[in-house]
């Protein structure tokens, strides 16, 4: 095939505009990622996956539209043919990320045991190019599932409106993306912590740190003439899952959400 495989980085330095963080891809190649059905790789080593409510964290590092989630119950899928919606396609226009939940794959003919590749397709660019990836997977009893690596699945929004004094809106959104982002792992611990602090008291540390330092951005604005308050300009937005800004294609437990949408596992 030819292809070098790259592999995905932590946000915001990932290749692509859009890509999946867990399950984990194929593999990803700049010269190959506008190929049909699978972004120029071919069937690799399948991952196990829950057979019902699997997360599917998806990273944006711009804007794009018809991004979809779709499936396919072939052994091999080698055509677009072969793939069917998962989910809903969404419009995103914003950099950021999604944790998605997937449905009940039983309720669509497969079981236990049976293998799955996951395909997202997506527009992006000036040249409205399609872009594509695939996860190869082994459906896996839910009970009791425990994924094979630590990853991240949250909803965080970051506004792409430029407004003055730069530097004091980075270290804000800095702070907002650092309190929403924290990786989980299986065991519901955030991996390489061992402070003693809950997943539940780190989110409201974030919120306040991240309340304090807009409030002080907001009060430089004032003071400098830039911005009046009641206005309806922002440096960020974090959008839960459970909120009523949230996509309904978002079903994921509210119970075991953090105030900024960090799924935490238990």
């Known amino acids: 095939m030819g292809a070098v495989l790259e592999k995905r980085l932590p946000s915001p330095t990932a290749p692509g505009p859009v890509g999946f963080d867990f399950p984990p891809m194929r593999g990803w190649s700049a010269a190959l990622q506008n190929t049909a059905p699978c972004g120029g790789y071919d069937l690799g080593a399948r991952y196990e996956y829950p057979v019902a409510g ?31 919606d998962l989910l809903p ?11 998605l939940t997937a449905p009940d794959f039983t309720i669509l003919g497969a079981a236990v045991g049976d293998t799955v590749t996951m395909q997202l397709t997506y527009i992006a660019g000036g040249g409205n190019k399609t872009f594509y990836e695939c996860a190869d997977l082994t459906l896996v009893e839910a009970a009791g599932y425990n994924a ?40 519901g611990k955030p991996s390489g912590s061992d402070t ?15 309340l304090a330092v807009v409030a002080a951005f907001a009060a430089v604005l004032a ?3 830039f911005a009046k308050f009641g206005s309806r300009r922002h440096i960020k937005s974090l ?22 949408g ?3 596992k238990h």
């Open 54 to 84: 699997g997360d599917i964290a998806l990273a944006f590092q711009r804007d794009a539209y018809d991004v979809s989630v779709r499936y396919s119950l072939n052994s091999n899928p080698t055509s677009n043919d072969n793939f069917q």
């Open 89 to 99: 396609n969404m419009t995103i226009g914003y950099i950021g990320s999604r944790c």
């Open 148 to 187: 094979e690596m630590a990853y991240t699945c949250a909803n965080v929004t970051e506004s792409t409106q430029t407004i003055p004094n730069q530097s004091a809106n980075a270290a804000a959104s800095s702070a907002a993306a650092t309190a929403a982002t924290t990786v989980y792992t299986t065991g």
């Open 196 to 210: 003693g602090v809950t997943p539940l008291q780190a989110g409201w540390i974030g919120a306040c740190v991240t």
């Open 223 to 225: 003071f400098g003439g």
């Open 239 to 260: 959008v839960p899952a459970g909120s009523a800004a949230a996509p309904a294609y978002e079903r994921g437990d509210r119970a075991s959400m953090t105030s900024h």
């Open 262 to 264: 960090s799924i935490i």
